[in-house]
């Protein structure tokens, strides 16, 4: 199946079984995408009234039939599970590396059912898939723990993971991946802490499979031209999320103190011209994206070297 890894995980954290089903074609044409088959999913095997927070509910991280190849916005994982905030569905992408590691490792999509009874994580290396304890991690904030399982695991595993805020089933907790890349809507971090999984680590190495490499090479190429050269996307490959904090300031939509007021005196500080030029060292960018919105800074007061700024991402 072109533009597929042909699998989806299935994984049970209550009885601690393994599957891996074909991807159904039928399915992925009909409901297209990461969000599409999340989707499908939970409305298919979520029972109405389920508890968000319940072993009733699944949480459903998916890749899309672009996701892995080069071409623009090829990058993006959704999570799709029914949401602690809202009651309703959540579905929440993250960039990064992931959606093409886990692609480039076989899968479309690992559903995560049922609830652990002790910390876990999800290890996948290509074929090989675990659920290993996790029990020393538990506690841990998310960048230092992403640190710690490259370090035990290798450089090129893609770790998603929750802190202690999803541990504690925080309605609002994210997945983190990439030194600081969030799935941030909805809650879904709380659902993957309800489930005691602190995170998953995935390698992969397997060859796409693709029906048109050299159409795609040439689409991919003028897509990204395409995507570099629009006027509208300079400030945004330049100044990323804060492109737009000096026109939030001078329209009186700079949330300043609880948005108790639209803007404030020292707002221009925070402009991201400005910041490009006093602290803005070079840029990040997710798999596939033609304009990096992520920044590393250094502050030379503090002498520390941090990712950011971001604004309202
Ligand atoms: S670098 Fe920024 S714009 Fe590009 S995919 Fe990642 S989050 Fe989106």
């Known amino acids: 199946m072109d533009g597929y890894g042909g699998t989806i995980l299935r994984i049970n954290l209550t009885d601690k079984t393994i599957k891996k089903e074909p991807t159904d074609p039928g399915v992925m044409e009909k409901f297209l995408g990461g969000r599409g088959f999340g989707i499908y999913t939970l409305y298919t095997e979520v029972p109405r009234g389920a508890d968000p927070l319940g072993p009733e509910n699944k949480l459903i991280a998916s890749t899309g039939p ?33 959606t093409a ?66 541990e504690s089933l ?9 030194w600081g890349r969030q799935a941030g809507r909805g ?32 689409h991919g190429r003028a897509l990204f031209k395409a995507c570099k050269d629009a006027p509208a996307m300079e400030a945004w490959q330049r100044y990323g999320t804060t492109s737009v904090v000096s ?15 639209g803007a404030f005196k020292e707002g221009k500080n925070l402009y991201g011209e400005v910041m490009r030029q006093a602290i803005v060292k070079t840029d990040k960018g997710c ?19 941090v990712e950011g700024p971001e604004y309202e991402t």
């Open 66 to 98: 672009l996701s892995g190849v080069l071409v623009p916005g090829a990058g993006k994982m959704d999570w799709t599970t029914k949401s602690p905030l809202t009651g309703g569905y959540a579905s929440s992408s993250v960039g990064g590396m992931l």
């Open 247 to 261: 026109w939030c300031d001078e329209n009186g939509a700079l949330p300043t103190r609880n948005f108790q007021a």
């Open 287 to 305: 798999f596939a994206c033609p304009s990096p919105c992520g920044k590393y800074s250094y502050s030379k007061k503090h002498d520390l070297y």
């Open 101 to 166: 590691e886990l692609k480039q490792a076989g899968y479309d999509s690992i559903i995560l059912e049922g609830v652990s009874e002790q910390p876990v994580y999800i290890f996948i290396d290509d074929d090989v898939v675990e659920i290993r304890d996790a029990s020393p991690y538990w506690g841990m904030g998310c960048i230092s723990l992403e640190k710690k399982l490259k370090d035990e695991l290798g450089e090129e595993f893609q770790i998603a993971c929750i802190g202690p805020g999803g």
């Open 187 to 218: 809650g879904v971090g709380a659902v993957m802490g309800s489930k005691k999984v602190k995170a998953i680590a995935v390698r992969g190495t397997k060859d796409i499979p693709l029906a048109d490499v050299e159409g795609l090479i040439k």
């Open 170 to 178: 925080v309605k609002y907790a994210c997945i983190s991946h990439d």
